[in-house]
């Protein structure tokens, strides 16, 4: 029951930001943004370095002085994995006018809704694999439900700005609440196939730990820190990354 609940944390806080749009109008504020969007970025830094690289790191401790090679081809393979979905699955970024990936007829707001629900995949394999390794006691149970809870933090902001975006670009707010609730339902179903494979997943959880931090590392360096970083005011979205960072930092040392 504990790892029912820990896997639906995420999404509850998607669907809790994208609720804003009946509450905040249509149009997100971009200072606004730019700030949400670096706190969400801090949040996946310090979740990927404290809550699945060291972990990873020191579950191999019996490597010795090797016990980096699990994590550094772990992070490797995860990077390689999201720039693959990023190079064939079409989509466009928030306030992008190009759209990315493979070239197809989906109207716009499919295309910004694939954008989000692509680096929520990260997302929910990590919450995965560390209710995967709670179940098998690889991991106490803290110490995943602070990974939950932090990416379901940074998943309010994003739930938010998907949602008031689809409204600004002309889409009813019910239906833009729809979209942003739909773009956080892949991170319970990738978490839960990832819990299905335990079995296969315990031999190889330094592997996958690292994994899951090298594709959220993607999406951070890829999207997020570019988008928060624009000018004018990009200082915004720097102090958002260090109050992410920090918050994530705090919730993972004290919970785990």
């Known amino acids: 029951m504990n790892t029912f609940y820990g896997i639906l944390i995420p999404f509850l806080g ?12 249509k149009n997100l504020n971009k200072n606004v943004q730019k700030f949400l969007l670096g706190f ?7 979740a990927s370095v404290w809550s699945l690289i060291i972990p990873s790191i020191d579950s191999s401790s019996s490597m010795g002085k090797l016990a980096f090679i699990p994590a550094a081809i772990g992070t490797a393979a ?15 970024h928030v306030d992008s006018e190009k759209p990315e990936g493979l070239k197809a007829k989906l109207k716009q707001s499919t295309m910004m809704f694939l954008a989000v629900t692509l680096h929520n995949i990260p997302e929910g394999m990590a919450v995965g694999v560390v209710f995967a390794a709670f179940s098998a ?9 602070a990974l939950s809870l932090g990416i379901a933090i940074q998943n309010f902001p994003e739930g ?9 670009n002309g889409e009813s707010k019910s239906k833009s609440f729809a979209f942003g609730v739909l773009s956080g339902i892949v991170e319970p179903v990738a978490a839960v196939i990832t819990i299905l494979l335990k079995n296969l ?22 999207e997020l820190i570019p988008e928060a970083s624009e000018k004018p005011h990009s200082n915004l979205g720097t102090i958002g990354f260090s109050l992410g960072f920090i918050l994530m930092m705090i919730l993972d040392v004290a919970l785990g």
């Open 14 to 25: 998607t669907t809790l930001g994208s609720a804003c749009v009946y509450f905040l109008g």
């Open 40 to 46: 969400a970025a801090g949040v996946m830094v310090a």
């Open 78 to 92: 995860g990077i390689a994995f999201l720039f693959l979905l990023d190079v064939l699955i079409p989509h466009l």
């Open 137 to 145: 006691q690889s991991l106490g149970f803290a110490a995943a439900a």
């Open 160 to 168: 938010a700005i998907i949602s008031m975006s689809l409204a600004g």
């Open 201 to 222: 997943i315990v031999p190889v959880l330094p592997y996958l730990l690292s994994f899951a931090a090298g594709a959220m590392l993607y999406v951070v360096v890829e």
